[in-house]
């Protein structure tokens, strides 16, 4: 559910409802976007992006929950996004599977030494921003590298929004992503920690199984490790 100021949409089932918009219904439909009047009201209500003009700012504005939208606003950017600190503007990678890949990273200040990189496994309502972003920052501070990504499905990945059809293949998309940064010159001669939340810990868990000698540590928080015994696939 997406909320703002000059609209709300919900969906079930991944089917938007009737939502209404400064009093104009709008109908239940996956390709409605706000008019430019709209998308300036919404842009207002939040915070505007630094260093563009109103025009960008409401391309900003509007709804991006698939990745075909976020594409478009990217592309919109071009010219200026190098110099922005947006979370559009950050880190996509195309996996192996043909996956648009979110990802974002958290440094030390510059001239500080790096002590160790830290990659993150979020859990399964959470992205790799929304409740770490704090968090990473914190511990950026204190001299670590700090590495996330969205899993496809999740945050701002590709993917339809929650669904594992493998809980394996997601560990191995998880372990081909990571495995891009590790091999960067910048990380691969530090200590490589993987930091697992709820299910990010049963992620963190099992790609430490499956690569236990590229990784110097597991730290987990709240981890997911046993599914109760009353929770089973409904076969009926």
Known sequence: MTICAAAIRLTVGHRPLEGRVHGRAVAPSLGWQPSRSEAIVVAAARKPIEGVGEELNAAAAQNMDFAPARRRVRD????VQGRLDHFLFKRYDINSKGVEIFCKSWLPKPGSACKAALFFCHGYGDTCTFFFEGIAKRIADAGYAVFAMDYPGFGLSQGLHGYIPSFDGLVD???????IIRAMNRVKELNHFLLGQSMGGAVALKVHLKQPDAWDGVLLVAPMCKVRSFVHQNNH
């Open 76 to 79: 919109a950017f071009a010219d």
């Open 173 to 179: 998309q998880v372990i081909e992503q990571y495995a």
